[in-house]
Each structure stands twice: as structure tokens, then as C-alpha cells.
């Protein structure tokens, strides 16, 4: 390896890649096309803001809210833009529901479309041919690798998401939670479940 | 208010820096209109098609490296960014590492 075994006469060289990257911001700085400033923010909300919290708020307020659920189920954009959640790759949301008789999981053979505003930047399973390939292939399999085991009369419905529409999944209100206020609910919901490759959490 | 929701993965949201920086650039040229969101994904669906012909992508080092290389062709095709200036920058931007004493800040020559 280099660089371990002498005090660093220079600055530590990034990776390759991240020199190319260097030199397009450093171009598009030049032209006025970006601003370095921008990119922290950006980068700032995508780490700390923007998180799978936020669709576990829209779930928990739709198994709290009957109207509130009827709603998203109708309109899912209007209503998560209402709660504060718009943006990039959230143009148009489509909330699938789970029942008894039907669990919903989401992919992009695509690329990586992924509701953004309601769940963060996708994981890299999310990302990974595999997943991409496999979740329409075999959904079942691919699910119980994620531990999860359906009954065998529940079908499985794969959503494709595109650039145009983003799903996401309302999973299915665990029992033993009455009475719970939504941000008690909230921590119940994963981000798995939401994708559909999980369950929420069971209470202890 | 409870706020201390663990989620079911730790992984933080960019495994690399550059990663994190490739990303914004994007989002920042599609904030100012620079290409519409679903031309990007056609572009970066090819890419990814392209680079998991031979093996499989993880989605993750690999995944930006496909991500980069779509920015890169974008902004060539555009004018915005010729592969030429690219290079050039790119190797400015190495010498620079490479000759700054550590701990000092590195920059550039404005050009």
C-alpha cells in the first residue's frame, strides 16, 4: 500500500474517481453552473433530513387516520406534500397497501427509483443487480432471505417503480397497538417494511 | 415527539465522499433545469446495463462508478464538460494532492 509507511510529505491523493468528479464540479463552478455552497446542502440533507423517518410518519398517521389513509391511498402525492414531503424523485407517489390478502414489495429493474422524500437515498441491496433482477423473478425467495414468510393463501404483488412513479409500501398495522399515539406507531415502522421487504416491529 | 428511531440498517448513506459529491453535482444541475429527472434515469439504466454485462453490480462502489460516468457523457454530450477539460482538471487536481504539503489546504491555479 502506499502512502503507510512514510509521514505523508503531500496531502493524501483521493481516489481516482474522485479526482474526475473534483474536476467536473471544478467546471461547472467556472461557468456558473453550480455553486459549491449548494452541494454541501444538498449533500447535508440527504445525510441528516431526509431519512426513512419520514415515511414512517405517513404510515403511522395513516394506521392512526382512517381518512388520512383513504386519502393517501387516492392521492398519495398531494397528501405527503402536504405533511412537507416533496421533492426530487417524489414527483409522483403511489402508496400500495398491504392486506391479508396481499403483500406489496417495490423494485426498479431500471435503475434506482426510489421515493426520496419519504424514504432517503435507496440501500445498496436496493441498488444491486441482484435485487433488481431477482424481486420479479422470485419475489417469495427474495423475501425470505429478508425473513420474511407470508401465509401461502397471500399473494405477492411486485410494484416496478420508474422515473415517473415511486411506491411506496403502507405495511400492515401490527397487533397489540391500540391506544398508541402516531409517534409511538412510527418507530414500529421500518424502512424495509415500507419497500416491502420487511414487516414493521412487533411490540415487546 | 420520539426521535430515536433505529432503522433496520446502519450503513451510512454514502459509503465514500466522492460518492456523496457525485451525487449533489447531479441534483444541483437537475435543480436548475440543466436535464429533466427521467432523461437521466434512461441515460443512467443504460450505463448500469452496460457495466453488469459481464458481472454483477453490488450497488454500491459500482453503482457510482456507473453514476459518474453518465454525468460525465451527459455533460460532454451537452458541452458543458469536454472530456478534454475533464482530463486536463483531473490531472491539475492530482498534482495538486501531490505536491501540497500536508495539512496545507489544496487548490488549484485558477485557469
Known amino acids: 500500500m502506499p502512502h503507510d509507511d512514510h509521514d505523508h510529505p503531500h496531502a493524501l491523493l483521493p481516489p481516482e474517481p474522485a479526482l474526475r468528479v473534483k474536476a467536473l464540479e471544478t467546471i461547472l463552478t467556472r461557468k456558473g453552473l453550480i455553486d ?14 431526509i431519512g426513512p423517518k419520514n415515511g414512517a410518519r405517513v404510515v403511522a398517521k395513516a394506521w392512526a387516520d382512517p381518512e388520512f389513509k383513504q386519502a393517501l391511498l387516492q392521492d398519495a402525492t398531494a397528501v405527503v406534500a402536504d405533511l412537507g414531503y416533496y421533492g426530487r424523485q417524489g414527483e ?28 432517503g437515498i435507496p440501500p445498496g441491496w436496493y441498488k444491486s443487480d441482484a435485487y433488481r433482477a431477482r424481486a420479479v423473478r422470485e ?11 407470508l401465509p ?9 417503480s420508474t422515473a415517473e412513479i415511486r411506491y411506496l409500501v403502507l405495511p400492515m398495522r401490527p397487533g397489540r397497538t391500540e391506544g398508541l399515539s ?3 406507531l412510527a418507530v414500529l415502522v421500518t424502512r424495509d417494511s415500507m419497500i416491502g421487504t420487511g414487516l414493521p416491529r412487533v411490540r415487546s | ?53 459481464n458481472r454483477d453490480l453490488d450497488g454500491g462502489d459500482d453503482y ?48
Open chain 2, 64 to 111: 457510482f462508478h456507473a453514476w459518474l460516468e453518465t454525468l460525465e457523457d451527459l455533460l460532454a454530450d451537452q458541452g458543458e464538460a469536454a472530456p478534454e477539460d475533464v482530463t486536463r482538471l483531473q490531472s491539475a487536481w492530482e498534482n495538486a494532492y501531490l505536491t501540497t504539503p500536508h495539512g496545507q489546504p489544496v487548490r488549484i491555479s485558477p485557469t
Open chain 1, 152 to 160: 401461502k393463501d397471500t399473494s405477492v404483488r411486485v410494484w416496478d
Open chain 1, 92 to 119: 409522483h407517489m403511489v402508496v400500495v397497501e398491504n392486506t391479508p390478502e396481499q403483500h406489496n414489495m417495490v423494485v426498479c429493474t431500471l435503475c434506482s427509483c426510489y421515493p426520496w422524500p419519504l424514504l
Open chain 1, 36 to 49: 459549491p455552497a449548494a452541494l454541501d446542502e444538498i449533500i447535508d440533507t440527504y445525510q441528516n433530513k
Open chain 1, 139 to 149: 419475489p417469495r425467495k427474495v423475501l425470505s432471505e429478508f425473513g420474511v414468510s
Open chain 2, 1 to 53: 415527539m420520539t426521535d430515536c428511531i433505529i432503522h433496520s440498517a446502519p450503513e451510512p448513506v454514502f459509503a465514500e465522499p466522492w460518492h456523496a459529491q457525485v451525487f449533489a453535482v447531479t441534483v444541483a444541475l437537475n435543480e436548475v433545469g440543466r436535464f429533466a429527472w427521467p432523461d437521466w434515469a434512461v441515460r443512467f439504466s443504460d450505463t448500469l446495463k452496460r457495466h453488469g454485462l
Open chain 1, 182 to 184: 402516531e409517534d409511538e
